[in-house]
């Protein structure tokens, strides 16, 4: 049984900086990447950024050049370090970690809350 522990989310004033933690408990057969995304009230879930296990990257435009990414493989943990946060980066964001074996598995966090306040 895989489950996905989220840290560090919480209230930051814009322009202010927050490190998301997720640590993947269990043993994940065939781990292909780990991301984030985030859903604000009312709207769609959207990709923030994923990592995959070779260490490629990928961001939503809107955070290119003020989140990164990273992972410690060893682990099974990945963070989001974001940085000149923005109120409309305010949204519950949730871990995800893809396996591909026979099947596709996608796993999800609870979800940790990031306001931004003006």
């Known amino acids: 049984q895989v489950q996905l522990v989220e840290s560090g989310g919480g209230l930051v004033q814009a322009g202010g900086s927050l490190r998301l933690s997720c640590a993947a408990s269990?043993?994940?057969?065939?781990?292909?990447?780990m991301g984030w995304y985030r859903q604000a009230p009312g709207k769609q879930r959207e990709l923030v950024a994923t990592?995959?296990?070779?260490?490629?990257?990928t961001y939503a435009d809107d955070v290119k050049g003020r989140f990164t990414i990273s992972s410690d493989n060893a682990k099974n943990t990945v963070y989001l370090q974001m940085n000149s946060l923005k109120p409309e980066d305010t949204a519950v964001y949730y871990c995800n970690v893809i396996a591909l074996t026979l099947l596709r598995y996608d796993y999800w966090g609870q979800g940790t809350q990031v306001t931004v306040s003006s």
């Open positions: 269990g043993t994940i057969f065939g781990l292909r990447s």
């Open positions: 990592i995959t296990k070779g260490g490629s990257t």
